[in-house]
């Protein structure tokens, strides 16, 4: 099984819906991640979490939150979603000490018509 | 903010031969880690090869391995013996010592029979 699953895969939705994508874990890890990646570029970090009551803003949370239910699960929702957050979404976890190495999800593949 | 470039969007080697994909970085820091990661079209991000800024050592993982020049603040990668599977889109990522990534936007690499 993953260490790092995602739901759903792919999701097609339409404007102004509220929308979450799901992030689980069994490494065990303490830190987790949400990117962005649009095509032809890097990833961009939305938002992360060093432990469940700790939250920070990344570099393009405009228009995004999470929530970090527990260690393991980590979501982010769009309130009201936009054509240009259409995207691959990828969760990532690490490990606090462990040379900070990321482990990414399968990724989820957003579609905003 | 660190910055991370990646100035060959595309490059192309021949099966087994040899080919070298570059990364610049900027920072103040002096403690940080460096990492290549490879996306393949199923689009799972897959680490490559990882190198901690306070080792002088390059890093070494089988036919990868880079060139760590930390006063030229450059990361290229190399690859030796170029296989089919090789064929993927690499990011070179940058960790900061507080746990943020920051990706560069990518090489594409094409290998040719």
């Known amino acids: 099984d993953a260490d790092v699953t995602q739901t759903p895969r792919n999701r097609i939705t339409k404007t102004g819906k509220r929308i979450m994508l799901e992030c689980s874990q069994t490494k065990g890890h303490d830190r987790m991640y949400w990117y962005r990646q649009d095509p032809g570029l890097g990833l961009r970090l939305i938002y992360y979490s060093f432990d469940v009551k700790d939250i920070n803003k990344g570099e393009i949370s405009d228009g995004y939150s999470v929530s970090r239910q527990a260690q393991a699960k980590f979501s982010l929702s769009l309130e009201s979603a936009i054509p240009n957050q259409t995207a691959l979404y990828f969760c990532?976890?690490?490990?606090?000490?462990?040379?900070?190495?990321?482990?990414f999800g399968p990724g989820t593949r957003l579609t905003v018509t | 903010a660190q910055t991370v470039t990646q100035s060959q969007p595309e490059m192309s080697v021949q099966e087994a031969e040899t080919v070298t994909l570059s990364c610049t970085y900027d920072t103040s820091e002096s403690d940080y880690y460096l990492f290549w990661y490879k996306q393949p079209p199923s689009r799972q991000m897959i680490l490559v090869i990882r190198?901690?800024?306070?080792?002088?050592q390059n890093a070494t993982e089988n036919r990868f391995s880079v060139n760590f020049q930390k006063a030229a603040k450059s990361f290229s990668l190399k690859i030796s013996d170029s296989q089919l599977g090789d064929a993927a889109m690499y990011f070179c990522?940058?960790?900061?010592?507080?746990?943020?990534?920051?990706f560069g936007d990518g090489t594409t690499l094409t290998v040719k029979p």
């Open positions: 190198q901690e800024a306070y080792k002088q």
């Open positions: 990532a976890t690490s490990q606090t000490g462990q040379s900070y190495e990321q482990y």
């Open positions: 990522a940058y960790r900061s010592n507080a746990g943020k990534s920051t």
